[in-house]
């Protein structure tokens, strides 16, 4: 699995169980994310989606936490 941040493609590890009817994934490298979907493809979508998530949650954060001296560059 591989993500696009900004640009630039992440490669990612996706760990999907089953569980019932739904698969359930994780992702070892961003472990506060996960994801679920009645089909395989649908969990994949969902474990993007939130990492995706989580990346411009983290992104806003830092923006926020900057010092006015600072320079912001984007790696892209």
Same mark, same amino acid.
Request: with cysteine; charged share 30%; net charge negative.
């Given at each position: 699995?591989? =993500?696009?941040?900004? +640009?630039?493609?992440v490669p990612l590890t996706a760990?999907?169980? @089953?569980?019932?009817?739904?698969?359930?994934?994780?992702?070892?490298?961003?472990?506060? =994310?996960?994801?679920? +979907?009645?089909?395989?493809d649908e969990c994949i979508t969902?474990? @993007?989606?939130?990492?995706?998530?989580?990346?411009?949650?983290?992104?806003?954060?830092?923006?926020?936490?900057?010092?006015?001296?600072?320079m912001l560059l984007e790696l892209?």
């Amino acid at each position: 699995m591989g =993500a696009i941040f900004y +640009g630039m493609n992440v490669p990612l590890t996706a760990e999907i169980h @089953r569980d019932g009817d739904w698969f359930v994934a994780f992702c070892p490298e961003v472990p506060e =994310a996960n994801g679920q +979907g009645h089909t395989q493809d649908e969990c994949i979508t969902s474990l @993007r989606e939130a990492i995706l998530l989580l990346m411009e949650d983290r992104r806003e954060d830092a923006r926020k936490r900057l010092k006015t001296e600072s320079m912001l560059l984007e790696l892209a």
